[in-house]
């Protein structure tokens, strides 16, 4: 365990000091004078990334294994000539079929007091 942190803790320093000789590069690279100072820090830099700790990969402490569901049968939904509403005398809607399986997609669309949020409780169950 002392041995991994120190390892992180030496690639961390590295990666600081990388990130310092860069900024002196890009700020004296173009000055004559430290030219060859600059030159000599980007050596100094590759020479550092070539003896970069390699960061460290950890193994997971929780896996999840998540069972392979049984096939659904067809239709996986289905409403025929039904009614729907709040109340038994005054339904929202009427006459509603609907098949749905695996490869079905669903909009629902209309203005509103139309009945959408009615139908969707109705297929869900809470109505």
Do not use: W
């Amino acid at each position: 365990m002392e041995q991994k942190k120190e390892r992180m803790r030496k690639r961390e320093m590295q990666l600081a000091e990388i990130a310092h000789m860069q900024t002196f590069v890009d700020r004296f690279k173009a000055n004559a004078k430290l030219t060859t100072m600059a030159q000599s820090r980007m050596k100094a830099i590759d020479k550092i990334k070539a003896e970069l700790q390699e960061e460290e990969f950890h193994e997971p402490d929780y896996v999840f294994r998540f069972p392979v569901p049984e096939r659904l049968s067809r239709p996986v939904l289905q409403l025929t000539d039904c009614k729907i509403g709040y109340s038994e005398k005054n339904p929202i809607l009427t006459k509603v079929n609907v098949d749905v399986d695996l490869d079905t997609r669903v909009a629902f669309v209309g203005p509103n007091g139309a009945g959408k949020s009615t139908l969707l409780k109705t297929l869900i169950g809470k109505l």
